[in-house]
């Protein structure tokens, strides 16, 4: 321990940056519709991207769509006022389905925000 450092040394870390390379989170922050309503980077997990490949696989649904609906409920929940310590909770229907999400807001890599799209029971 040191004055710089009172927790002692880092035993193991996990960057946003590994995460995303292992595919374990998603990067969405290309994605037009993404971009037009969010200004920090924006990741999904695996778990949610699952059910956007799956939502996909059916007649007229597209990428730029589904997050525009993820986008748009999640706004609507961030204006409502349904927010907890960083997280906004709120529902969307995907291809004709409901689902449950939460979207984190918190530090990255670096103290700069960035934005975690992930079902309600992940961390």
Request: proline share 5%; aromatic share 8%.
């Amino acid at each position: 321990m040191t004055q710089d450092n009172p927790f002692g040394e880092v035993v193991y870390s996990y960057t946003r940056k590994q995460a995303i390379e292992d595919g374990v989170l998603v990067d969405l922050s290309a994605i037009e519709t993404i971009k037009e309503h969010w200004k920090y980077p924006f990741a999904c997990t695996a778990t949610v991207w699952a059910i956007i490949e799956a939502a996909l696989q059916k007649d007229g649904q597209d990428l730029n769509g589904i997050c525009h609906d993820i986008s748009w409920m999640a706004l609507i929940a961030v204006r409502t006022g349904r927010q907890d310590a960083g997280q906004i909770h709120f529902k969307v229907i995907i291809a004709g389905t409901k689902h449950a999400l939460k979207l984190h807001i918190g530090p990255g890599d670096t103290p700069a925000p960035v934005l975690t799209l992930m079902l309600p029971n992940e961390d």
